[in-house]
């Protein structure tokens, strides 16, 4: 069965109003809630940590999917696990003990996700992708919503499902950053199981049309 799965990033979301926000996604077809953490040292922005996550957690009633763009997140994925993730992704290039760190979150009772930036090769998940849940691909570099998508994703999605199948591996692929419905059915037919969409979803007239047009 082919997965098709939407996660609305929170990043682009009205915080004024984030309550309503996360309604209107309770109420949509969306599947996740991406929620996107930056420290202002990995990535060259800061966007939200606990306090928020909090309120993400009172409110919604899907999947929670914590894509984190900190240095040493093995600091910090039990405190996200207890505030309701459901999946932790951590970076590739910011973990110097990924085996390590992909454990921690499994044993706290979280999926747990790899995430590799633009230039960083699929082949550097050989040795982890049979204990991975889930490869986020970035197709944007971390760090702002609103970006022009990079092209090469689709080579990367092949590699992966490649990698994925030679390893009898079980883990998802995602796709992250300039996500649009012009990509969003190419990205599928390519072999993304989830896409993650932050301006296309909010900055639309109508999100909840909209997140029904990206499944499409
Ligand atoms: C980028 C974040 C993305 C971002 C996607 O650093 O990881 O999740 O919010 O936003 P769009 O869909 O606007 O590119
Ligand atoms: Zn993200």
Redesign the pocket.
Known sequence: MKTKLIAP????ADFGNLQREIEMLNNSQADWF?V?V?DGRF?P?ISFGFPVMKTIQQHAKKFIDV?L?IVEPEKYVEEFIELGADLVSVHYEACVHLHRTINLIQSKGAKAGVVLNPATPVLMLEDIIADVDLVLL??????????K?IENTYKKISETKDLILSNNSTALIEV?????LDNAGKLFDAGADVL????????SQDPERTIELLKL
Do not use: E
Request: hydrophobic share 40%; proline share 3%.
């Open positions: 990033s929170l990043l682009s991406h996107d930056m990535v922005n894509h763009m970035m197709s944007v570099n971390p760090g702002f919503g609103g970006q998508f992250d950053g300039g996500v649009n993650v969409a932050g301006n296309t979803v909010f900055s």
